[in-house]
């Protein structure tokens, strides 16, 4: 069974070149892809179960199949790397170890798609990895593999880079959409789907990174055999990004369905300090629900298995925390998150994020009335699934989770008058 | 100073000019090129004035307002002149698990700087900002553009030091 798809280049010598992608196999794929009829690229990465590595864990086969087959207008793709769900870094890792693997994706992915201009939107604190794959797009345009005639099929394909400015909303698909035409970052209504009516109101792919980075090895090896890959409905290998009270914190691909255990232990060496054993992980980046250890340590890293435990895979950020970390401040830290980084669109999302946060906080650090509570999980209620976007939701997941699962702690915080512990994490 | 000498400082060069342009070919429409365009103006002036503002609403042909709201909306963005080296702290949950408050009251004892402040010689700006996407490496800061990774106050005194 293949272990390893993204990953296998990352460390070789000069792996963000063109010359090394090659010598290691790359830039084949394309050219068998250029040999099928697009409607028989979408089929194959359908029949690979590939899905969306953004959050939303969406089949991408099944995205492409939604672009109107009848359209006269461009088509685009637009390719996620803003990357900036807390906890996530994978991305990174892929455009600045393996550009080339990002842009055979986008060249397979544009022709399925028959789009023959793609943006990659990549989030402005990249500045030195925006650089890097500029480089690799400059080397696949002098090497015709992009441009006007990608290699002699007198099919065009342009590849510009637009590097945003600090907005985690930026990452949600229609505010990317928005970034790019120009204006505040403020996600759409939809329907329409970004498929139908998006980048300047024409057809439009959204895909993440590393969704895009596994296309070219399913063209090349087939989709059942990356299906073959993983548990079930979650096919292939995943690129997870650990951080927190671990050993070797880090990004590690795995086939999907690994044990929480085994990637802790195996790949991360464990936790940090033995004297202070795992207390929760969040799984999928910080907008999905907590995990006990006792849950943690009982689940398979997969889309099915993690849902059955009340939270998701989301974008595959595993933040682990050991035993003698404060919950109500760590919970803290994340509303403050959700409130800088609501756009204030809508009421409830403004309003909630910013009044849940300081209600947080005041637990957090003395004030608190006992009542609180129970207000915080009102404004929950009027937030989830009240938006235009799932930031709202977002905010609400954790802060429910860490509720339900830490409770005592916020009790305990409430009648003493704020923490009491002088640092409300242990530092080594 | 002139008319002409205040309106040449908030404009982009021609070499800014010409590389937007090249890169206007790439868009269907001008408005396309607000963040290119906000981003040379930030390069090449270190923050981006409401003269400049004009500049770029004139160039894109949109109206003043679509860019002042895009400029405030943005975090990177500076409309005020921010300190020579812009210390951007990560203060997000895995930085915090790993110490970023420590980081941060170091730098204010050491700077006499609260975050958003800015040094009296203007040399240093201390901002706290949310997950740099970097975090297998915290706690994370960026100076300008630049990561430091797995920082602790030892090394991110040696950085500071290491500035010209
Ligand atoms: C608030 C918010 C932030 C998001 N940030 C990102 C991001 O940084 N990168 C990303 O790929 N997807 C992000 N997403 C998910 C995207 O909206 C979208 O689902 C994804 O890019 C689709 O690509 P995929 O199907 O390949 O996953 C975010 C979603 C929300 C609601
Ligand atoms: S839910 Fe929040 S972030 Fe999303 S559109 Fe509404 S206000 Fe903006
Ligand atoms: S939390 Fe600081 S870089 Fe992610």
């Known amino acids: ?428 | 100073m002139s008319e002409s000498t205040t309106q040449q400082g908030v404009q982009l060069s021609e070499a800014a000019r010409a590389e937007l342009e090249k890169l206007a070919k790439r868009y269907p429409t001008r408005e396309a090129l607000m963040l290119p365009a906000l981003w040379m103006v930030q390069r090449e002036q270190g923050w981006i004035s409401h003269d400049a503002m004009e500049h770029v609403a004139d160039v894109l042909g949109v109206s003043p307002v679509r860019v002042y709201a895009v400029v405030s909306f943005y975090h990177m963005f500076h409309d005020k002149p921010p300190g020579k080296y812009n210390i951007q702290v990560c203060h997000t949950l895995s930085c915090s698990l790993m110490g970023a408050e420590r980081i941060l009251s170091h730098l204010k004892d050491k700077l006499g700087i609260s975050a958003k402040e800015i040094t009296e010689d203007g040399r240093f700006m201390i901002q706290r900002v949310e997950c740099l996407g970097a975090c297998e490496h915290a706690p994370v800061c960026q100076i300008n553009d630049d990561f430091v990774f797995d920082l602790t106050p030892e090394l991110l005194d040696a950085k500071l030091e290491e500035l010209p």
């Open chain 1, 1 to 428: 069974m293949t272990q390893r798809i993204l990953s296998v280049n990352f460390d070789t010598e000069n792996s963000h070149t063109l010359a090394a992608y090659e010598r290691n196999g790359g830039y084949t794929a394309f050219r068998k892809a250029l040999r099928m009829q697009p409607a028989e690229v979408v089929e194959e990465v359908k029949k690979s179960g590939l899905r969306g590595r953004g959050g939303a864990g969406f089949p991408a086969g099944v995205k492409w199949g939604f672009i109107p087959k009848d359209t006269d207008r461009p088509i685009y793709l637009c390719v996620n790397a803003d990357e900036s769900e807390p906890g996530t870094f994978k991305d990174r890792y892929i455009m600045d170890r393996d550009p080339h693997m990002l842009i055979e994706g986008i060249i397979i992915t544009c022709w399925a798609i028959r789009s023959s201009d793609c943006y990659i939107y990549i989030r402005g604190e990249y500045d030195a990895t925006r650089k890097v794959l500029q480089a690799a797009l400059d080397e696949a345009y002098a090497k015709g593999y992009l441009g006007k005639d990608v290699a002699g099929s007198g099919w065009r394909l342009d590849v510009t880079i637009h590097k945003g400015a600090g907005a985690y909303i930026c990452g949600e698909e229609t505010g990317l959409l928005e970034s790019l035409e120009g204006k505040k970052g403020y996600p759409r209504i939809k329907p329409p789907f970004p498929a139908v009516v998006g980048l300047f109101q024409c057809p439009t792919i959204i895909n993440n990174v590393e969704t895009i980075a596994s296309v070219p090895w399913i063209l090349e090896n087939g989709g059942e055999a990356y299906a073959a890959i993983g548990v079930g409905k979650s096919t292939g290998t995943k690129l997870w990004c650990v951080s927190g009270h671990v050993k070797r914190p880090g990004v590690y691909e795995t086939p999907l369905g690994i044990p929480f255990r085994e990637l802790l232990e195996d790949y991360c060496g464990g936790m940090r300090n033995p004297d202070r054993p795992l207390k929760a992980v969040i799984p999928g980046g910080s907008s999905v629900p907590v995990l006990t250890a006792e849950e943690a340590l009982g689940v398979n890293m997969d889309y099915e298995s993690l849902g059955e435990k009340g939270t998701m895979l989301g974008s595959a950020g595993c933040i682990v925390m050991e035993e003698g970390t404060c919950m109500v401040w760590a919970l803290a830290t994340l509303t403050r998150f959700y409130a800088d980084e609501s756009c204030g669109q809508c009421t409830p999302c403004r309003e909630g994020t910013g009044w849940v946060n300081d209600i947080i906080w005041r637990i957090e650090r003395g004030g608190a009335k006992p009542d609180e509570i129970a207000l915080v999980q009102n404004l929950c209620d009027n937030m989830m699934g009240k938006t235009i976007c799932v930031l709202a939701d977002a905010c609400v997941m954790p802060v429910r989770s860490f509720f339900k699962k830490f409770r005592n702690e916020f009790d305990a915080h409430i009648e003493n008058g704020g923490c009491t512990q002088a640092q409300p994490v242990a530092l080594a």
